[in-house]
Structure formats: structure tokens, C-alpha cells
């Protein structure tokens, strides 16, 4: 494999935002070293290479750390040009559709998603902060059969930079929809979408990566809580 020795990734299991790096890593066939961080303990080289932040994931390559996964990723698909598939779009405009939507996901579906978990007082937020994730998870439903055109991702034939950057989030939201009593990724409300899922989490690159274990999730969701994580 490449990469070998020189990269290492600092994160944590359950980050959408670290799994969607680890995905990428895979998918271009990189060896990398993985180190678990305790959000509530930070380690010295995690506060030391990302010291304005503090935030995983973090990739160290050749010991340089390189911080925020979105840019994360686009560094590994820059340097690893030639190695496995181009995870961004080589062409100008599908790059910049595919920017588009990455960051939209990041935008609500990232905040619906620490308003379901994190930042709700009572059942009635949480409410309001799936209304939002259903909204977001509606309009992807959308992009996904703009993206795609008819292709099994939203990079087309193979796994992307809108694929991982939603993907991440999958281990959660089957958490979320135990919380819930219902699914977010909902086959009659969103068929697309749940047919995306059963194909993205059957891909080599993402077994193992994305979180199946409900229960596991769960319990670390009062770790987290109990730490004021996420806030
Ligand atoms: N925009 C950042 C978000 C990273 C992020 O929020 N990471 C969380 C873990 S999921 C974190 O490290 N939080 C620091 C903390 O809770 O102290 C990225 O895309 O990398
Ligand atoms: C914090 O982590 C350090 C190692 O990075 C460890 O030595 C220390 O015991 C930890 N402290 C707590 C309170 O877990
Ligand atoms: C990573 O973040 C630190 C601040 O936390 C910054 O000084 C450094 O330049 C960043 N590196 C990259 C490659 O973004
Ligand atoms: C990290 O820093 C960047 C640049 O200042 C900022 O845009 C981003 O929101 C920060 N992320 C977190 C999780 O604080």
C-alpha cells in the first residue's frame, strides 16, 4: 500500500467528520496509522497540531499536520492524484457542483444533526431539529438524482466527495432513528437516498468504518454528553 509509515490520521470512531477522511484514505488504497482521541482528554499532539481548533480529524503527513476534513480530503485527493479514483470531479464544474453540495450537507445536515443530539433541552427541539434533517435529507434526495444522473453515487459509478461528506453521518442516524422510533433515511419518503445507503455501506471502502453498532453509539453518546461535547 501507499502511504505507508508517513500518514496518520488523529480522530475519533464515531466523527462524521473523521470517517468520511478514513473513507477517502481507503478509497485510494493509503496504509495510514489511526490514534484515538479522548475529546474529554485531548493529547498533546492533537492540541499541538491543530492548536486554534482543536478538533479531529487531524492527518499528519510526514509529520505536518493538515486540519479540517473537507480540506483534509481534497489534500489527499490533490497529492494522491494518481493513486485509486479521484474522489472530486476532475472537471471544473462538476467539481464545483460537487463542492456545492458538500458543504450543504455540512451546513444542515451538520447542524440539524448536533441539534437532534447535542444541543436539545427537550423533546420539542428535538423535534424541530429532525424537521430540519428531513428537510436537508429531502432536497439531497434531489441532488442525489441530479449528481448522479441514474449512477449508483452521487460521484456517479464510484464513491465521492458528497458521498462521504453525507456518508459519515449514516452510523448516527441509525442511532438517531432508535431515538426517534422511526427512520430518517425513510425508503417510501426518500427512496433514492435509502437505496444510496445499503450500496455505500456495503462498499470495501466503508465496512468497518461507518459505525453498525447501534447499542455501541448510543452508549457513546453519553460519553460525549457527559463531557459537553459537541455544544
Ligand atoms: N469542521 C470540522 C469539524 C470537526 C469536528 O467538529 N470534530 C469534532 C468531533 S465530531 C471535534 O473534534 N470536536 C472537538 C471537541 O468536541 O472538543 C471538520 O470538518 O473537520
Ligand atoms: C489524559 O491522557 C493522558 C495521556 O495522554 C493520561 O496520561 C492521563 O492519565 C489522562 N487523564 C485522564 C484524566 O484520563
Ligand atoms: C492547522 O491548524 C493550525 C491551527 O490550529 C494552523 O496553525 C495550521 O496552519 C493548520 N494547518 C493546515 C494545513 O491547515
Ligand atoms: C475551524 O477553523 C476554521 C477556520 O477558522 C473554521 O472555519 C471552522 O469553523 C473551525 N471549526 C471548528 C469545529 O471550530
Same mark, same amino acid.
Given at each position: 500500500?501507499?502511504?505507508?509509515? $508517513?500518514?496518520?490520521?488523529?480522530?475519533?470512531?464515531?466523527?462524521? @467528520?473523521?470517517?468520511?477522511?478514513? &473513507?477517502?484514505?481507503?478509497?485510494?488504497?493509503? /496504509?495510514?496509522?489511526?490514534?484515538? =482521541?479522548?475529546?474529554?482528554?485531548?493529547?498533546?499532539?492533537?492540541?499541538?497540531?491543530?492548536?486554534?481548533?482543536?478538533?479531529?480529524?487531524?492527518?499528519?503527513?510526514?509529520?505536518?499536520?493538515?486540519?479540517?476534513?473537507?480540506? &483534509?480530503?481534497?489534500?489527499?485527493?490533490?497529492?494522491?492524484?494518481?493513486?485509486?479514483?479521484?474522489?472530486?470531479?476532475?472537471?471544473?464544474?462538476?467539481?464545483?457542483?460537487?463542492? @456545492?453540495? /458538500? /458543504?450543504?450537507?455540512?451546513?444542515?445536515?451538520?447542524?440539524?444533526?448536533?441539534?437532534?443530539?447535542?444541543?436539545?433541552?427537550?423533546?420539542?427541539?428535538?423535534?424541530?431539529?429532525?424537521?430540519?434533517?428531513? =428537510?436537508?435529507?429531502?432536497?439531497? =434526495?434531489?441532488?442525489?438524482? =441530479?449528481?448522479?444522473?441514474?449512477?449508483?453515487? @452521487?460521484?456517479? $459509478?464510484? &464513491?465521492?466527495?458528497?458521498?462521504?461528506?453525507?456518508?459519515?453521518?449514516?452510523?448516527?442516524?441509525?442511532?438517531? $432513528?432508535?431515538?426517534?422510533?422511526?427512520?430518517?433515511?425513510?425508503?417510501?419518503?426518500?427512496?433514492?437516498?435509502?437505496?444510496?445507503?445499503?450500496?455505500?455501506?456495503?462498499?470495501?471502502?466503508?465496512?468497518?468504518?461507518?459505525?453498525?453498532?447501534?447499542?455501541?453509539?448510543?452508549? @457513546?453518546?453519553?460519553?460525549?454528553? /457527559? &463531557?459537553?461535547?459537541?455544544?
Amino acid at each position: 500500500m501507499a502511504g505507508g509509515g $508517513d500518514l496518520k490520521v488523529l480522530g475519533v470512531w464515531t466523527s462524521p @467528520f473523521v470517517i468520511r477522511v478514513r &473513507i477517502v484514505l481507503n478509497l485510494k488504497g493509503l /496504509a495510514y496509522e489511526y490514534a484515538e =482521541e479522548d475529546l474529554g482528554n485531548k493529547s498533546a499532539l492533537l492540541l499541538g497540531s491543530n492548536p486554534v481548533n482543536k478538533s479531529v480529524p487531524v492527518l499528519l503527513h510526514g509529520g505536518r499536520p493538515i486540519n479540517e476534513s473537507r480540506i &483534509i480530503i481534497q489534500y489527499i485527493d490533490e497529492v494522491w492524484a494518481g493513486s485509486g479514483p479521484a474522489v472530486l470531479p476532475r472537471d471544473p464544474y462538476e467539481r464545483a457542483v460537487a463542492r @456545492f453540495w /458538500a /458543504a450543504y450537507v455540512d451546513d444542515k445536515v451538520g447542524s440539524a444533526w448536533t441539534g437532534m443530539l447535542f444541543r436539545c433541552k427537550n423533546e420539542e427541539e428535538r423535534a424541530e431539529a429532525v424537521a430540519r434533517a428531513d =428537510e436537508a435529507l429531502r432536497t439531497l =434526495e434531489g441532488a442525489l438524482e =441530479e449528481c448522479s444522473g441514474g449512477k449508483p453515487f @452521487f460521484g456517479g $459509478d464510484g &464513491i465521492g466527495l458528497v458521498d462521504v461528506v453525507l456518508g459519515g453521518y449514516l452510523g448516527w442516524f441509525a442511532a438517531i $432513528d432508535r431515538i426517534i422510533g422511526r427512520r430518517l433515511i425513510d425508503p417510501a419518503r426518500t427512496p433514492l437516498l435509502a437505496a444510496w445507503e445499503q450500496r455505500f455501506r456495503a462498499a470495501d471502502a466503508v465496512r468497518g468504518v461507518v459505525p453498525d453498532d447501534v447499542d455501541k453509539v448510543l452508549a @457513546f453518546l453519553q460519553t460525549l454528553l /457527559a &463531557i459537553g461535547s459537541m455544544k
